[in-house]
């Protein structure tokens, strides 16, 4: 047990389907409604129109920047806001920001491309957006920041990377603070891709039921504001980032390993750093993405390694939010926790047989210090981050 410097969480932001702040998106949770529809903003020539998890459409800087940058600006403030501070407070303080992020408007300028291609001159405004919108650097930019600043792509599990490695910043005396979240826009070839891979579900998600066909694409930001603990004394944490881990499973490159071997690393990593036991855990937020591999690995390895402990995943009402998912989700766990109840498992019904561990399956209350959250992503990346109870707000 290492038992490091613990680091406090103090502001909680999120935007994602269920809502355009995070008090809406746990309205939505906890009343189990969701309301997936095809794209809207992208067409789409598969004769299957799969549905989508889409955020708000109108959204602040269209003009100047991405999707996913934008969705990251709206997120972050709100995390600022919600620890009670502004950006002039902390102007002059080391800040960092790192961001997860798989599309990170990267894959959204395909006009210009095919206008380029067939020998016209498409204005270079969309390229000048492109090259403005890193999410890291767009939200320590919009927010005056000058502290380090790192975008991750480390698919899935970049925002839950992020969370883990702005904790790491705080605990090695790089930053006082660190706003650490995710970020992902939709996109027609994301949307594509994934239909492709086979591994869509043409209904709204299912996650751990055994008539699951796989994902609904979302799209969306989470962020938590972390803080040196004890920076400030008249402001109790909402939580406390406990452990991190991460592991590789070095197995294939969309595929989890059959035996969960990475995955259970990175869950005894963040375990042993805040020295917890399962029987100290009030529930985990699983990765729970509706593929028939990821969930069945999952859960197995949740009954063998996390056995009893209550679970759900929060992707049947988000979709899967890609980069921002880890993120979105440990903002969700943080206020869990505080709650002492956790959402039901939206899309779930009938055991899969297959799946040693099912999830909650109504909105259910929780006892416990502990609360987890972990992402599983491709390229065997197996990210897990743990949070404390703080003090009440």
């Given amino acids: 047990m290492r038992s490091p410097r613990p680091v406090a969480v103090t ?50 800087g269209g003009e100047r920047l991405g999707r996913t940058a934008r969705l990251a600006i709206v997120a972050a ?11 002039a407070a902390l102007a002059g303080r080391r800040v960092g920001v790192i961001v997860g992020t798989t599309v990170g408007s990267a894959m959204n300028n395909e006009d210009f491309y095919a206008d380029y291609l067939r020998g016209g001159e498409p204005p270079l405004a969309q390229i000048e957006r492109f090259l403005g919108s890193n999410p890291a650097t767009a939200v320590a930019r919009d927010l005056g920041l000058t502290g380090p600043c790192q ?7 970049s ?10 910043w705080i605990r090695a005396g790089e ?43 979302g799209e969306g930001a989470g962020f938590l504001l972390l803080e040196a603990d004890g920076l400030r004394a008249d402001r109790p944490p909402r939580a406390f980032v406990a452990g991190y881990g991460s592991a590789c499973d070095a197995h294939h490159l969309t595929a989890p390993h059959p035996e969960g071997a990475g995955l259970k690393r990175a869950l005894a990593e963040a375990l042993d750093q805040c020295g ?36 759900l995943s929060t992707k049947g009402y ?15 766990t943080v206020a869990a926790l505080e709650r002492g109840e956790v959402p039901a498992n939206a899309g779930f019904g009938e055991a899969d047989p297959q799946c040693p561990a099912t999830p909650v399956t109504a909105n259910t209350p929780v006892r416990g210090e502990f609360a987890l959250s972990q992402s599983l992503a491709f390229g065997g990346n197996n990210a897990v981050v743990v949070f404390r109870k703080g003090g009440a707000r």
């Avoid at 925002?159 to 790491?168: C, E, L, P, Q, S």
């Avoid at 988000?318 to 969700?332: D, M, N, P, Q, V």
Wanted: proline fraction near 7%; hydrophobic fraction near 40%; charged fraction near 20%.
């Fill in 159 to 168: 925002g839950t990377d992020a969370v883990g490695i702005g904790a790491a």
């Fill in 11 to 60: 502001g909680l932001g999120c935007i994602c389907a269920a809502g355009t702040n995070l008090a809406a998106c746990l309205d939505t949770l906890y009343r189990g409604e969701r309301a997936p529809q095809p794209p809207a903003r992208f067409h789409s020539d598969h004769p299957v129109r799969y549905p989508v998890f889409a955020a708000a459409a109108e959204l602040p």
């Fill in 151 to 157: 975008t991750v792509v480390n698919a899935c599990s």
């Fill in 318 to 332: 988000t979709g899967h939010t890609l980069g921002a998912s880890g993120a979105i989700e440990a903002a969700f």
């Fill in 276 to 311: 917890a036991a399962a029987a100290d855990l009030a529930f985990v937020n699983a990765h729970g993405t509706g593929t028939p591999d990821n969930d069945r690995i999952e859960s197995r390895t949740l009954a063998v390694t996390l056995p009893g402990v209550p679970f």
């Fill in 77 to 87: 403030r709100e995390a600022v806001a919600d620890a009670g501070w502004s950006p």
């Fill in 175 to 217: 930053c006082d603070l660190v706003l650490a979240g995710g970020a992902d826009e939709l996109c027609r070839i994301t949307y594509n891709g994934f239909i492709s891979l086979m591994i869509t579900d043409d209904a709204p998600v299912r996650p751990f039921d055994r008539r699951r066909k796989g994902l609904n694409l």
